[in-house]
């Protein structure tokens, strides 16, 4: 399926990999604001902030989408394998704060091309990417929450309480167009593997170098500030009917250690890839190890 094909279509795509968790009481936002990379000192209504929670070593635990429904609940989009690591991680520093964590019941969505918009009631004009819609679709109304806006291209998060999409299929376009936009997600295997720079997140808005302390802070800070990170995220493909694992080392020509695949896409009879390895990396030449495996430069 062509880009043009895939925008034109009417798409919503249930996105089993991803859960949504719910944190609630009167001080969510102060527990964030302790805790993450983004800043929660002034949230609003429907504010869409996306950060990430790291251990005191600076290594990312997990990437969110946070979701401001009110002054005290506060909804994350995070990988499904990471929800009861997370929530495990996350529950002794609960304990002194008033604040709940819980997996919700929300499900998460894609909306791919205007038309699924326009079947939704949603005016495209009013989307932002900072700022969540309310949707009300009979009785599958929730949040829609815009991660691409370029022109025709528009691609959503729906989070709603009763599935709708079905076309499990077409997952892989949502996934591909997060890699082709820089965004890298953490899983179980990569959990507690990366720094925020090695993801681009310092670069992205992902991490918030004038908010107060959190988790990790010295360090993430340190680098940013007095550092060069030794590795950044790239995209790449490479030939393959089996996508790599995330986590899955990368050698380069010389069979040393180069990095490794973050994120992985199968398309077909190729793989498309975020990876993250020094700068000069793919023009040196990039093998998945252990294989005669090539990247290419996407």
Known sequence: MNSSNQQQQAVIVPLNDEVILQLEGPESAKFLQGQTTADFAQPEPLDAISGAFCDVKGRVIADFLALII?????????H????????AHLKKFLLFSKADLRLSEWHC??????????ELGIDLNALSV??????DSGNNGGYLLTRQLSGDIVMSEWWISSPKGTDNDNASIWYTAAIDRGEARV???TMGKYLPQDLNYDLNG?????????TGQEIIARLHWRGTPKRRLYQATCDGSIAPSPGCPLTDSDNKSAGSVVNA??????????????EDGLVRGLYIKDSSTRLEMR
Do not use: W
Request: charged share 25%; glycine share 6%.
């Open 70 to 78: 009110d002054a005290e609940t506060i909804l994350l989009r995070t």
């Open 80 to 87: 499904q394998s990471l929800a009861e690591p997370l929530m």
């Open 206 to 214: 992902t991490v918030n170098f004038k908010k107060g302390c959190y």
């Open 130 to 135: 900072s700022k969540a819609c309310a949707t």
């Open 265 to 278: 896409v199968h398309q077909g009879d190729r793989a498309v890839l975020a990876i993250e390895t020094i």
């Open 109 to 118: 969505e894609a909306v791919i091309g205007p038309e699924s918009h326009r």
């Open 187 to 189: 899983v179980a295997d």
